[in-house]
Structure formats: C-alpha cells, structure tokens
C-alpha cells in the first residue's frame, strides 16, 4: 500500500473536502482552516488563522451555548457530535451547520487543540421545511376534506385495498351509530337489505377490474326499524402505490322512492276516481234516452248535476296541482266581505253532503278581508269537504271566523268531531298524493290538504292543525283585514 501514497495529496483533500475543517486552540482562537470553510465563510485565510476566535463565527444564542455546553463537553469528554449552530460568515454568508468535535489531549488528559467537522445543512433543512409545509399541506386538507365531508348529508366513505372500511364521515357514523375502531365493514354489511347485498358484493368485484363507477339504488338498515332507500355512487381508484381503494357516497332517495310509489298508487285511485262519475252519468243518460216518468226528471237532473260537480272538483284538482307544479300559482287579491264569502262556501259545502250540518260561529260581522277570494273559498270548501268525510257518523261540523285581538287579522278554523290524526303522521298529509292507510276506505286523491297548504303559503300563511285520534280535528289559518 505504502507505494501509492505518492499518489494521494492529503493536503489537497483537506482543503477541498465537502466539509469544513477547523481546528482550534481550547481558548478558541482558530489555528487551522480548510479552503471549503473559508469559502462559506467567505474569509480570507490571513484574517482568520490567529486572528478570529471560533465563538466569533457564532450567532449570539449560539456563543452562548458554546460556552455553556460546547466547551464543557469537550473538555470532559474529549468529543462533541453533531450539534446544530447558525455560523456567521462575512457580509450575509451565513448558513446552518451541524458540527463535531474531537479534544486532541496530553497524556494528563489537559485539551491542547479542538478539531471540527463542520457540515453546511442549507439543503437539509430547505428539504426539512419542503417535508414539514407538505406534510403541513396535506393535513389541512385532510381537515378540510373531513369537515367538507361532515357537513355533507350523504353518507361518505373510504374501502382501503383489503376491502375494509378506513373512512366514514359524521352523518354516516350517526346513521349506522359507528364509532372509529368498530369493526365497520361487517356492521355495514349487515345493514344492507339482504336482497341488495349480492347485487353490491357483484358490482364490487366488477369495479375494480374496470375502474368504472358504479351506481345503484339500495336499501339501508334493520328488519326491526325497516329500510330506507339510497342511491350508491362507488368507485375504483389505484392510488400512488398502485393499490386499489374505494370510494363511496350514499344519499337518500327514500323520498322519491317514496313519491313514486305513491305516485303509482295516485294514478291507480285517480283512474278509477274520473271513471265512477262517468260510469254513473252514462247510466243516468241511458235511463233518460229510454224515457222516464216527467215526475223523476227533477230528481235525476239533480243527480246528474251532482256527478258532474264531482268530476269537475276532481279536474279542478288535477289542474291546481299542475299549476302548483309549475309555480304559477297566481294570486288574484281584492278586498271582499268575509261573512258574505263564508256563507257561500257553506252553501257549497252543503249542497254535496246532506249527511251533516255545517254551523257558523263568527263574531267578524261586516268585516272586509283582502286575499283571492276564489282561492280561499277553495281552502275553506276543501276543509269543509274533509271535515265531513272524516267525521262519518257524526252530525255537525263547525266554521269559525274570529277577529284576532289586533283587529288586524281574522282565524278561520274549520272543526270537525271525526277519526283525527295520529301525531306522527300531521307533517305527512300536506304531502303531495299523501293519504293515511287508515281511512284509505273513504274517497279522495291525497290533494286536497296539499293544494290547500299551497294556496295558503302563497298568500303567506300556513295551514295550522289541532287535532286527537278518534275526537276530532280543527284545521285553521289567518288572514288580513282590509
Ligand atoms: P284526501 O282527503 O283526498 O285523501 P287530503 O290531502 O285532503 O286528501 O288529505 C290527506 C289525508 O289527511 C287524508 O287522506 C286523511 O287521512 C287526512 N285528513 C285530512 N283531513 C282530515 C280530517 N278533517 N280528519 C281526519 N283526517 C283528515
């Protein structure tokens, strides 16, 4: 070996070496310099050797600490790894260096000279700080993501690789109650309605081969508390290790589901609701081609007359529901007499029923309101109607008007002695085609309460409802004096 140390210029390696060397007196006064240091530095050789102190090099915290610890340590323990300072150059030359040290000692163990090691870290911690503000970034957005994801009212979720579920948001937690740590891929496969759970498990295995989303309608949650539809969007994705994970969204559709089927059921009753009064007024008719006593005229033409109004307030409610559909419920608003415009829709109400008596309590004598008369004789007809058909058996039924103590404003309440409401079912009547199954035996299209609630938010009042099963039910609302 020792025939190629010709070849080796140690004094060169030293000066050009990656890292800086320096050596020191224990005092600290530098005795020896390499070339790269000094070109951090941005010294010169001559003003340094002899001349500078090592604590000099130093940012103020830094002397400080190299008197305290740096010293101390090197004299005790005769060595010193890698500790972080700010060296001090000429102009701005300063950058972040990691420095060791050895303590050259006599045999006393007395320091005689220090030498250094020093690594300019610039790079190190620019990378550090990259590391830190991505790592910073992506939480943020993990954050953000989460609580975009939490307010969301779908369900959201993530499938890792496994199949297992690593992500749930909050209305899912609330919806299935899961708690981080759950077991929640089982639990979640449970809730499934049996008869969709193949249909999923298929779709699944299909997705990730293809990476095309899937979508389906399906049924959440349990035999005991029923189930409720969901429109499931799922998608494949590689992520950045080329594994495959799950994304998924559910969102209600129990509504619409809901709205279909009772949309189905509506056309049903509607179909055969239009056809009884022309089935019964082609009858009529034939009787009276055949002739019939001059003495049973009157009575068939009122028969007659009576079908053909059934017929009409059926179109007449088809028709409002399309105008209501189409938001052009248009108000025609005059100032009219509100005893005049009770009497009539009395008048109107009586001449379909002769099974009840409709009894007039009001203390609004001469007193002018202003709304769209037509329209609210509509409302007040429509209340009538349903007070006399749900209150089979009984005889009256009552119309209130009061003026309110502001004189400003009058209630009309419609009440009725009849089957009632259970309490669970008052936010369902105003639905569109919405009938309750109980009292589906008597007549009508479940549009009655909806096209009524609608002709009263128009005006910008709403339908209020007081009522007890197998007692009776008192629908009212409130209008403005003229
Ligand atoms: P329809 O009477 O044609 O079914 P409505 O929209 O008028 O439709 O009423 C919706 C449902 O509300 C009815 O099916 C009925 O069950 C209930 N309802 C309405 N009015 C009364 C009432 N006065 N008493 C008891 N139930 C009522």
Redesign the pocket.
Known sequence: MNNFEHLIDTEQIYQHAPSGYLSMLPDGTIIKINQTLLDWLGYQRENVIGKLNFSSLLSKGGAIHYEMFFRPMVSVNGNIKELNYELIGAGDKNFPALISANGVMDENRKLLAVNMVITDITQRNLYEKELLSAKNKLQSEKTRFELLADLSEELIWTVDYHGEVNYFNGRMSRYFNLSRGDAVTSILFQHIHPEDRRKLMQAWHGTDKTLDPYINRLRFGSEQKGYEWFEVHLIAVNDLAGDIRWFGTANSINHLMMTIERKDEFIHIASHELNTPVTVLKGFLQLMKYGLPAENMNNFISKCLATVNYFQFLIG?LLNVSVINSGELALNISSFSLEELLLSCIEQASALSNSHTILLQSNVNEIFVTADKERITQVII??L???I???PGKKEVLLMATLLPDQHQVAIA?K?Y????ATD?LDK??EKY???R???S???????????QNILMAHGTRLNVE?KLGE??T?SFIIPVA
């Open positions: 409610s429509n209340l109607n349903n007070a058909k749900y209150s419609v009725d009849g089957v009632g409401i079912q009547i105003f919405y009938r309750i109980e009292t589906q008597i007549k009508g299209l479940g549009l009655g309460l909806y096209i009524t009522t009776g039910s629908f």
